[in-house]
């Protein structure tokens, strides 16, 4: 299939999952949706993520996101994991987990890359906006697990800029100033927008608090 971009719509699908079967446009419903991919169940990264994000889930549901899992081990396999994941992360596992066996959503999100492995996804995220729009993704390899609080990050960016004329600075986080977008110039709708002020270092890098706090 074509490689998949941002702004591209996401594939929809209908698949197995630890909370029976799922259609995934349909399961999305109104939400944002972190689709993410690990390479196997019962690995020692894999089992951190998955542990990770199941703590996360007040953080998630605060910012109307689902996270939804993926890999290619079938359901049975993944409900005996969960367990293990719940025991060994003190947590409770609450999204679903897809199984993939017939590699259907692996094909359709481009997840399996065959120099890397052969037969398993790589660890890809797809954050997807409620209108069903890719609108981040990333890839890593097996051997390092994701950084979970860099997805909420990235969603929060993504949240505050599509509702205020702002993009968000290097290693920009939840609070911290922000920039205020090179394409907006009448005065009057900056001085509306950003009542605070903002300081122009340069002509298009014009720093201003971040608008809705
Ligand atoms: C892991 O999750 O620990 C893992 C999975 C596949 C390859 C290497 C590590």
Not at 99 to 125: C, E, F, G, Q
Request: with cysteine; proline share 8%; charged share 25%.
């Amino acid at each position: 299939m074509a490689t998949l971009r941002l702004g591209d719509i996401a594939p929809d699908f209908t698949q197995e999952s630890t909370a029976g079967p799922i259609r995934f446009h349909e399961w999305a419903g109104d939400s944002w949706v972190v689709l993410f991919s690990h390479p196997a169940d019962f690995t020692p990264v894999c089992t951190t993520e998955l542990g990770k994000t199941a703590a996360l889930a007040g953080e998630f549901a605060r910012r109307n996101v689902k996270p939804i899992a993926v890999s290619v081990d079938p359901v049975d396999s993944h409900h005996r994991w969960v367990g293990d994941i719940n025991d060994t992360q003190n947590t409770t596992v609450n999204f679903p987990i897809l199984a993939d066996a017939d590699k259907k959503v692996a094909d359709l999100y481009d997840m399996i890359h065959p120099n890397a492995s052969t037969t398993v996804t790589v660890r890809s995220v797809f954050i997807i906006d409620p209108q069903k729009r890719i609108r981040t993704t990333f890839t890593y390899p097996a051997s390092t697990g994701r950084n979970f609080d860099e997805i909420l990050r990235v969603i929060d960016s993504l949240q505050l800029t599509d509702s205020h004329k702002v993009a968000t600075p290097a290693n920009w986080k939840d609070g911290d100033d922000v920039i205020i977008v090179p394409s907006l110039q009448d005065p009057a709708e900056i001085a509306q927008r950003f009542p605070k002020g903002f300081k122009a270092v340069r002509p298009y890098l014009r720093i201003t608090p971040q608008p809705n706090k």
